[in-house]
């Protein structure tokens, strides 16, 4: 979170005005996040709001060449939640501008990230293409490393890697992540979901069935009229005979 709308009034004895103590470290007293806007003189108690800059904000996308891998959560047990989250929020060692938790049975993959190349000032991450279903990063790498990217994790995303299919995975348990090898590449994700697909398929069925119905009863009226009309033209050439 880059900014945060905080009220302007400190009340202690109110537990919901307290959330501005989120944006300061207890152990740097002295660093203050800077104020974007504040009303002015006299309009105090009319606009009871500030606009604060986060001075700790993450980027949207960024590389990491340090990662720990986890087994993914197989139910909605709590207390499964409670042990990613935890390392998450606990783990003073973890530092998640430069490494990574993910959620993933392929270890493997992961510890071969591992690479000295943290910090690189010639590693970037560029947006291409930002809208609601679709984002386009290009990306380059000193080292292969995993690319995280601060937005929500949900089933239906999918992702290529230089116009290959890649895995996305689970990482920081809320974003989504890719792995990407050394050097320049595009990165595209795109929102799929798979209930959207089962729809239009069953929609594409129950038309073709209803066309084949109406098909099928028009070439009933078709047979069936001509030979009303002989069944009634047959006695009166008979009795012509």
């Not at 409670?82 to 973890?94: F, H, K, T």
């Not at 984002?135 to 994790?153: C, K, S, W, Y």
């Not at 398929?201 to 001509?226: D, E, H």
Request: net charge negative; with cysteine; charged share 25%.
């Amino acid at each position: 979170m880059k900014y945060f709308v905080l009220p302007l009034f400190e009340v202690p004895t109110d537990e919901y005005r307290g959330i501005g103590s989120l944006l300061f470290d207890p152990k740097q007293p002295s660093r203050k996040a800077p104020v974007l806007f504040e009303p002015p003189p006299g309009k105090e108690a009319q606009i009871d709001y500030q606009v604060v800059l986060n001075a700790d904000y993450f980027p949207r996308a960024w590389i990491v060449h340090q990662a720990t891998a986890v087994p993914p959560l197989q139910g909605f047990e709590k207390s499964d939640r409670d042990r990613i989250i935890g390392q998450l929020m606990l783990n003073e060692s973890l530092d998640l501008r430069h490494s990574a938790l993910v959620e993933t049975n392929r270890g493997d993959e992961i510890v071969a990230l591992q690479s000295p190349a943290v910090g690189n000032p010639a590693e970037t991450c560029e947006f291409i293409e930002q809208e609601a279903d679709r984002v386009t990063l290009q990306v380059r790498a000193a080292a292969p490393g995993l690319l995280v990217l601060a937005e929500t994790f949900y089933p239906g995303w999918e992702a290529t890697l230089d116009n290959e299919p890649a895995e996305v995975l689970r990482t920081n348990r809320m974003m989504r992540g890719v792995l990407i090898p050394q050097g320049e590449h595009t990165v595209t994700f795109v929102y799929r979901p798979k209930l959207v697909y089962w729809s239009a398929a069953v929609s594409a069925v129950g038309w073709g069935v209803l066309v084949v119905a109406i098909f099928a009863v028009l070439t009933t009226r078709r047979v069936r009229r001509p030979l009303e009309t002989t069944s009634r033209l047959t006695p009166r050439s008979q009795e012509r005979a």
